[in-house]
């Protein structure tokens, strides 16, 4: 996949918005791979509520794959928290299952899969591009401060690509009084210019139909984290986040201007777990966590950034985390 293909998947999102596994640029996107330790943080999630419309099933459709980006450990509890969507549609070409669908309220992530149901669909999986509409008039949301990502190999297989995606739903741009929709479509060039290029139309030939709308009521438990200046952050099982109530999309270079180089989750007993390290000599990511995504969009220093475990905790036995050694607690 090209610099270009990335590009769409994400939905047009700069780099400052979503890290990838792999390097593309020095110091922002870091492949994570080392091995568990089991703490008392990884633990049975409790309290679950189930919004009315989640199809709950007891296992994930595509286990494995959501594991790359939840680990193990964390694929379990969302079995046993019931959090499994399960939700399919299908055009005789393409499948898409949402896989796991979690909203803390301010943003909604999770994991879908695409599966190509024909041969020919199968080329048309990885040139395929997101975005999000309000369902009740098909109105393009833009920008959204979001994006999909999927990594170029463990979570892709012959015809099937699982992509984890993370979306703000409440924003000083976006109407979560409406459903929030995720339609998928390709671009096509007509061949025609308009001077500066060809011109690219949206292609529904292989996504007709294929869409699903976005939670934007909470089904996960969460705490309300705080640094001593007074910043506040939601803590959830899968990573911490802030949305200011007004934040904007940034009209200024979209650069991340505080990079995240550490995260420790402090567990009620006093434990500490090393979710992420950044070594100065090599830039190389380690954790003691295996086979996770970690993921970070927008920027620690704007009301607008989430942090992503890798796994799933039991947000009950964390007392607090620690971010480029700023201490957040309840």
């Not at 041969?119 to 401060?145: C, F, M, Q, R």
């Not at 339609?183 to 096509?188: G, K, L, R, V, W």
Request: glycine share 10%.
């Amino acid at each position: 996949m090209n610099e270009h293909e990335y590009m769409n998947i994400t939905d047009g999102i700069d780099e400052r918005y979503i890290t990838e596994y792999q390097d593309i640029s020095a110091g922002r996107e870091k492949r994570v791979r080392r091995r568990i330790r089991t703490t008392v943080l990884i633990a049975a999630l409790v309290a679950i509520m189930i919004p009315a419309g989640v199809y709950a099933v007891s296992q994930l459709t595509h286990r494995e794959n959501v594991s790359i980006y939840y680990s193990e450990d964390g694929v379990q509890m969302l079995e046993d928290s019931l959090l499994a969507n399960g939700y399919t549609v299908e055009n005789g070409q393409i499948r898409l299952t949402v896989d796991v669908e979690m909203c803390d309220g301010d943003f909604t992530q999770g994991v879908y899969t695409l599966t190509a149901l024909t041969e020919d669909a199968k080329a048309h999986l990885d040139s395929v591009n997101v975005k999000l509409v309000y369902a009740d008039t098909g109105e393009w949301i833009y920008p959204v401060g979001g994006g999909s990502q999927f990594t170029d190999g463990d979570a892709m297989g012959d015809g099937e690509i699982s992509t984890l995606f993370i979306y703000p739903i409440d924003s000083s741009y976006i109407d979560n009084s409406r459903p929030v929709r995720m339609i998928f479509f390709e671009n096509a060039e007509t061949g025609e210019s308009d001077g500066f290029g060809d011109i690219v139309v949206e292609d529904y030939t292989y996504y007709e139909g294929i869409y699903f709308d976005l939670l934007t009521e909470a089904n996960i438990p969460t705490k309300t984290l705080q640094s001593a200046d007074g910043n506040k952050i939601t803590l959830t099982p899968y990573g911490v986040s802030r949305l200011d109530e007004d934040w904007a999309y940034p009209d200024d270079d979209l650069i991340m201007e505080t990079p995240v180089n550490s995260v420790v989750v402090i567990s009620t007993d006093g434990e500490r777990t090393d979710i992420m390290t950044i070594k100065e000599d090599n830039g190389t990511v380690t954790t003691d966590l295996d086979r996770i995504s970690l993921v970070t969009t927008g920027d620690i220093g704007s009301g607008n950034f989430t942090i992503g475990f890798g796994t799933i905790l039991n947000v009950e036995n964390i007392s607090g985390v620690e971010i480029n050694g700023v201490s957040y607690t309840e």
